[in-house]
């Protein structure tokens, strides 16, 4: 089943201005908006953490791809009554994962809870932390492209071949543009081919290339950060030796 974990953005920073009441009243009034969303898509909330949440969509990934989207866009009904009331927007990081997972419960007699437990949950947990990193809304893994019953009507991109804090083995990790805001989401469309290319030749270790198609993308979509990330990878890259056997992926050392 695909896993779905959710978050939050600088959530913290807004806590400290809030009394204990009002953190209750925020984060209930927040999770009224959203959570509907995931039950509409037949998934199953397995547990809230805070501002964050765990679900799990035992029919497939279409199911949490809509629920993601549709989470968003809930957000954004919310942003506008907060923008009335003089209050900052908020944002959401989205990770959706797939794969065999079983869901049960844990603890003692006296305290029980629900919970995922699986090395695909732990994946899909790091998969929502790098949305910050990249600065966007919803990622999804390769798996769960692959598992799209109708992968044409979402506008998906190819961000990196990475291996998290963690883990051994590298995994892709590709955005869904569906889900921003305009006209962020008709500049990366855009500049989809420009991207895509860039990539293509950051990995064949055609930096000057590569670099060409990033800084092209500046001219049209600046606030691109997934851009910015490459342009500073290949200033890394060529400041130091490439490791040997280098294939375009990227090793985070934190979570």
Known sequence: MAIMFSDLRSFTTMAEQMTPQENFNFINTYLQQ???????????????????????????????????????E????????????????????????????????????????????FDRVNLTARLESLT?????????????????????????????????????????????????????????????????EGLEQYCQVNFANAQDCFEHIVELNPADKPRQIYLRRIQELLKNSLPANWNGVWKFTQK
């Open 34 to 72: 959203i959570s509907p969303e995931i039950r509409k898509h037949n998934g199953f909330i397995v547990k809230y953490m805070g501002d964050g949440l765990m679900a799990v969509f035992p029919d497939g990934v279409d199911d949490a791809i809509q629920a993601g989207i549709m989470k968003v």
């Open 74 to 117: 809930q957000l954004k009904k919310l942003n506008q009554s907060r923008k009335i009331n003089g209050e900052i927007p908020l944002n959401i990081g989205i990770g959706i994962h797939v794969g065999d997972t079983m869901v049960a419960i844990i603890g003692d007699a006296n305290r029980m809870q629900a919970d995922a437990l």
């Open 132 to 196: 910050k990193y990249y600065g966007v809304s919803l990622l999804i893994s390769e798996a769960v492209v692959k598992r799209l019953s109708q992968p044409e009507k979402y506008h998906i991109r190819f961000l990196d071949r990475a291996i998290v804090k963690g883990r051994q083995e590298a995994i892709t990790v590709c955005e869904v543009l569906d889900v921003e805001v305009e006209p962020v989401r008709s500049l990366k469309i855009q500049t989809l081919p420009i991207f895509d």
